[in-house]
């Protein structure tokens, strides 16, 4: 075994290596960035080295810097986690140039799976079946349309580059075809330099199926049943759970057998992930026997999910990772290996449910994540941290383990409900209701069902908000000016005792507040024996609501289902980010590129009219008109580098003169 591993990542994914690692006896090496000063991997870590600035072509994508670290750190091996450099070939040669080695499979078999296209054209020829579709050479915009014709519609245009569900277009129809086409080349020509595509029938009631597998360097290998990643917004994954519900035993040995094909046809070594779709609307009774399956693609890497297939399983795949690179044959053979109970994680991302998922940067003011029987947590953050634009927002995972389906998403819904993150909005509550849905938890579901839910899911019902807002008023008319103090309390009837109302003596009370920038006026009336508060005009019961309050000088975050929402003194400048009266100044909300400009100079808007659009963090964020109004200004021009805070359209309101 190595005696020291320099992880070239950061976040969760870099706790999780260097916990493996220091089990095996290394010397765990850590890298970060100047935007990572003193997280928890570099703290963790038995040392760290710095790689240069945030941005993360300068640092963690930079190959020479992270040479440089492990060289000074003389480590003995490198592991690339995911993302970042993990399926860059080129990354993979430099270590073995330099002496060092990969925790990965062979460049030849990273280059191998790195297009789309000559992995699909290798699978065809290895007898591993692919989504019927063209993915040839010829690229000219009326030869793939009649392609597009040929195959059926619906059909699904892909960036032979692409990845993290980016560079992918559905077209319905084929007066659609252009335009969905110049989108999808000019997602891939910017994310990822090459803006040639291939076209694929796209499957209807698609399941995402993947099978984990491991080669060794003797050439066995042996794979760890299936994962099921339906769970998907905008093609990426959300909640992920092993075994796939529905899958039979016929089913699941064709899958295996063609995924261990697809390994073997690359000379794999290490763990990588073959994923296949599956063809949901063919399978009867519920069940998937019969359906069809066919690949989508290799990832050459240690997946976001593989906890799910550990939990089931007992293998450690990261010990596993090091223990092949080291050149050791597997300890274990496929008869070894069974599947115990089942697993379901899901990722909590720092980003707003309410605001279209809008990534949230800023400083985690507090973090306490759930603990319990069956539950395992892999968290890369602590509170007081920053999170910052630069990198992927997933701030933690969440994996329950049960004894069957119903017992795993039990403990899922009620952890994510549990946890409790405040400072930055997380998908929490959302990933509980998720977990929680009818026919999800019947296991009749596709990668649709999330787009079909999301008007529900997302939203914060009008009952809950007007209990966040009675719960912060009370908790902002109570405090005296102090320090800040955390306490979790029950609204009612602990709150009537609490002495916040008697501070405030008076027996009827109306004040403005603003709910995560909205609104609410809140008259409080105590007659004594009960408490009620009228919102918006209507008399309530005094809300019941299990919450944590967060104090944070200029309001109160409220924290309850794992949802926070911050809760301020409307006259107390808590409007700030909305929209001032007559003049507003629409800034990128992080830093990103301009992929598309809606208005001009001039132009009339309504409110919610999108302005423009910004790329960045693998998603597309539409920025709309806060009101009603006219365009004075466009400062932006597409493809334009934005950083976080630039002006980019400016919006006079309706009657207002310049
Ligand atoms: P999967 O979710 O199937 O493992 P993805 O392609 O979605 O695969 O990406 C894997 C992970 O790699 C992401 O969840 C993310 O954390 C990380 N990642 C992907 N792209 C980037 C990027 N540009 N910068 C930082 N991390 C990234
Ligand atoms: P990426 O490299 O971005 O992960 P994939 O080819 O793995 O790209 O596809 C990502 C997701 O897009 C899949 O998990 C699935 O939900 C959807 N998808 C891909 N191909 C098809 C298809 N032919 N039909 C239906 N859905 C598809
Ligand atoms: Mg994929």
């Known amino acids: 075994m190595f005696s020291s591993v320099l992880i070239a990542n950061r976040g969760e994914i870099a ?3 260097i916990r493996a690692a220091r089990a095996l006896g290394m010397r765990t090496i850590a890298v970060y960035s100047q935007a990572d000063t003193g997280a928890l991997h570099a703290e963790m870590a038995d040392e760290a080295h710095e790689i240069g600035p945030a941005p993360a072509a300068q640092s963690y994508l930079s190959i020479a810097n992270i040479l440089a670290a492990a060289r000074q750190a003389k480590a003995e091996c490198i592991h690339p986690g995911y993302g970042f450099l993990s399926e860059n070939a080129d990354f993979a040669e430099s270590c073995a140039a330099a002496g060092l080695v990969f925790v990965g499979p062979p460049p030849a078999a990273i280059r191998a799976m790195g297009r789309k296209d000559e992995a699909k054209a290798l699978m065809q020829a290895a007898g591993v079946p692919v989504v019927p579709g063209y993915h040839g050479e010829k690229q000219d915009a009326a030869f793939l349309k009649e392609k597009a014709y040929e195959i059926g519609y619906p059909v699904l245009i892909k960036a032979v580059a692409g990845g993290g569900g980016r560079g992918m277009r559905q077209v319905t129809k084929h007066g659609e075809f252009a335009a969905a086409l110049e989108a999808a080349r000019r997602e891939a020509a910017a994310g990822f330099g090459d803006d040639r595509v291939l076209l694929e029938k796209y499957v209807e009631a698609p399941r995402h199926i993947e099978v984990q597998v491991l080669g060794d ?333 967060i104090d944070a000088g200029k309001g109160v975050y409220v924290v309850s289902g794992g949802r926070s929402s911050f809760v301020a003194r409307a006259d107390h400048g808590a409007l700030a980010d909305a929209p001032q009266e007559d003049d507003a100044s629409v800034r990128a909300p992080m830093h990103g590129r301009v992929i598309a400009l809606a208005v001009e100079p001039g132009q009339a808007v309504a409110r919610g009219d999108a302005l423009c659009t910004v790329e960045a963090m693998k998603m597309e964020h539409a920025l709309r008109a806060g009101f009603a109004g006219v365009v004075s200004e466009v400062r932006t021009a597409i493809g334009d580098q934005v950083s976080e805070g630039d002006v980019l359209v400016v919006v006079r309101a309706a009657g207002k003169t310049a």
């Open 15 to 17: 706790v999780r290596i």
């Open 217 to 549: 360097a003797q050439g066995n290998y042996l794979h760890l049943f299936e994962r099921d990643c339906s769970l998907q917004r905008r093609h990426q994954k959300l909640i992920e759970e092993a075994p796939a519900p529905g899958m039979s035993e016929g089913l699941r040995a064709a899958m295996t057998r063609a995924a261990l094909k697809a390994a073997e046809a690359v000379g794999y070594r290490g763990a990588g992930t073959v994923e296949f779709i599956v063809d949901g609307s063919a399978a009867k009774g519920g069940g998937l026997e019969g359906a069809p399956f066919y690949f989508l693609e290799m990832n050459t890497r240690l997946q976001v999910e593989h906890p799910v297939s550990e939990e089931i399983t007992g293998i450690d795949l990261v010990a596993a990772q090091f223990r092949i690179a080291a050149g050791e044959s597997l300890t274990f053979g496929q008869k070894d290996i069974a599947i115990g109970g089942h697993a379901v994680e899901a990722r909590i991302y720092a980003e707003d449910p309410e605001r279209d998922f809008l990534p949230s940067s800023g400083r985690i003011e507090a973090l306490e994540l759930p603990t319990g029987q069956g539950l395992r947590v892999e968290c890369g953050n602590c509170a007081g941290d920053d999170i910052s634009p630069y990198y992927d927002a997933l701030i933690a995972k969440v994996v329950a383990h049960g004894a069957s389906r119903g017992q795993a998403l039990d403990r899922l819904a009620a952890a994510l409900r549990g946890t409790l993150i405040a400072g930055v909005h997380t998908n929490s509550a959302f990933l509980a209701a998720l977990a929680d849905d009818a026919e999800f938890r019947a296991g009749k579901f596709d990668t649709g069902l999330v787009a079909r839910r999301l008007p529900g899911l997302a939203a914060m019902d009008e009952a809950l908000r007007h209990a966040v807002a009675a719960l912060g008023a009370m908790h902002l008319l109570g405090r005296e000016a102090q320090a800040r103090r955390s306490t979790t309390e029950t609204i009612a009837p602990a709150w009537r005792q609490s002495d916040g109302w008697q501070l405030f003596g008076a027996r009827e009370q109306t004040l403005d507040v603003t709910v995560d920038g909205d609104p609410v006026r809140i008259e409080l009336d105590w007659d004594g024996g009960t408490a009620s508060v009228c919102l918006d005009g209507g008399r309530k019961d005094w809300p019941e609501l299990e919450a944590a309050l």
